[in-house]
Nanobody, 119 residues
Framework: QVQLVESGGGLVQSGGSLRLSCTAS????????MGWYRQAPGKQRDLIAT???????NYPDSVKGRFTISRDNAENTIDLQMNSLKPEDTAVYYC?????????????WGQGTQVTVSK
């Protein structure tokens, strides 16, 4: 069984920083792309950052220059460093990974972690 577990959310003032972490565990053979998404109340889940297994990153314009995704392949972990946070960054943040495990290929999600940015 493959699991993704996130940590690091919380409450921060506008302009502040937070760091999220996500670890994949279980019967894992290979992890391809990993990434972070977020979903605000009443809105769709949006892509925030992705990183391939050879370190290529991608960000939407809304977070480019403020957020940085990093990956540790040895630990099956990704982090998301979020700087210059804005109230509109408030959302539940989800980790996502494309994993080949004992049961084959699948896309997995973490349980989500709340990030709240106050004005």
């Amino acid at each position: 069984q493959v699991q993704l577990v996130e940590s690091g959310g919380g409450l921060v003032q506008s302009g502040g920083s937070l760091r999220l972490s996500c670890t994949a565990s279980g019967s894992i053979f290979t992890i391809y792309a990993m990434g972070w998404y977020r979903q605000a109340p009443g809105k769709q889940r949006d892509l925030i950052a992705t990183v391939t297994n050879d370190g290529i990153t991608n960000y939407p314009d809304s977070v480019k220059g403020r957020f940085t995704i990093s990956r540790d392949n040895a630990e099956n972990t990704i982090d998301l460093q979020m700087n210059s946070l804005k109230p509109e960054d408030t959302a539940v943040y989800y980790c996502n990974a494309e994993i080949v495990g004992e049961i084959g290929y699948g896309k997995y999600w973490g349980q989500g972690t709340q990030v709240t940015v106050s004005k």
